[in-house]
């Protein structure tokens, strides 16, 4: 792995969950998951899906490591999830998608796309964790994926490693 | 998709003679570790990969290939049709189920699940062609 920058270590700090409508948050993906110009939907995942959060980092530190040197990275902004808002499905189900800071040793903007299904957080089957994935409806689920391909552009094309913000 | 991170993807075409491609790219993705999407992303599982192999199987019947075929960040394989400003996105998850995504962009989409028995597939690719080429 290249040397980590020092400001991208976590190093004791808080998790801070302020997010403003306007922050990026970032994901890289491999270059076989861009569909002609746009996104592909495979490459977009819910619940939980990492992502840095442009407030504290580039999005080129998520190339940082060598096997990630040819990937790109996509971005899309906070108001687009929409979140702590609660969007009804069908009229009877309440979902809300959440911003959530999680730092890590070694990369402090980390941070995940949480989903709650009437204020219970969703979560994927995990080691002896059985999950509650049965919670998310798969048309709420493919809609909101396909959503986020939507509001998202390319802020690194695949091969051409940066480290500027839009 | 390669397993091997970064390795160039070989480009695929509708001509009939690539369908034997499309099943070796399928083959293919049961090589896939946890994690090649560079995070978390499950493997596809032999479930997954069977009941993509058996809709593929009804594309090939049709002949109605598919533009893209790709692993999932949710695990499973996602199958893609695109004509127009439209595509058919159809999803086989670990668990053997699958759900597809009409969409037009910003002009709207819709979602419903994909049946696994071959008549209800052969049913679904008519109502995916009516919207692709309708």
Redesign the interface.
């Known amino acids: 792995m290249a040397d980590v920058p020092p400001e991208m270590m976590t190093r004791g700090r808080p998790a801070v969950q302020g997010f403003t409508d306007d922050e990026f948050l970032y994901r890289r993906f491999h270059p076989d998951h861009l569909d002609g110009n746009e996104i592909a939907i495979e490459a977009v995942e819910l619940p939980d899906m990492s992502v840095n959060r442009s407030r504290f980092g580039p999005p080129g530190w998520l190339l940082l490591e060598e096997d990630y040197e040819d990937w790109g990275v996509l971005a899309f902004r906070v108001r687009d999830i929409p979140p702590k808002r609660e969007v009804w499905h069908e009229g009877v189900v309440a979902y809300a998608l959440e911003p959530r800071h999680v730092p890590l040793r070694n990369n402090y903007p980390h941070s995940e796309i949480w989903i709650l299904r009437d204020g219970i957080r969703i979560v994927r089957k995990d080691g002896a964790n059985p999950g509650n994935l049965h919670l998310l409806d798969p048309d709420f689920h493919l809609r909101w994926r396909e959503c986020i391909v939507l509001a998202s552009h390319i802020v690194i094309r695949p091969g051409e490693r940066g480290a500027s913000a839009p | 998709?390669?397993t091997e991170?970064?390795a160039?993807?070989e480009e695929l075409t509708e001509a009939a003679g690539d369908w034997p491609k499309w099943f070796a790219r399928l083959d293919g993705f049961a090589e896939l570790e946890e994690g090649w999407?560079?995070?978390?992303?499950p493997a596809p599982e032999p479930a997954s990969l069977s009941a993509a192999r058996a809709f593929l199987a009804v594309m090939r019947q049709a002949d109605y290939p598919p533009t893209?075929l790709?692993?999932?960040?949710?695990g499973g394989v996602?199958i893609?049709r695109?004509q127009g400003g439209r595509k058919v996105?159809v999803?086989f998850y670990n668990d053997g189920?699958a759900?597809?995504?009409f969409?037009s962009?910003?002009a709207g989409?819709h979602?419903r699940?994909v049946p696994g028995d071959p008549d209800g597939a052969r049913a679904f690719l008519a109502e995916m062609r009516a919207y692709l080429d309708g």
């Not at chain 2, 999407?37 to 992303?41: E, R």
């Open positions: 998709m390669n991170k970064g160039p993807v999407n560079g995070y978390s992303a893209r790709a692993p999932s960040a949710m996602g893609t695109r996105y999803e189920t759900h597809a995504l969409s962009g910003q989409m979602t699940p």
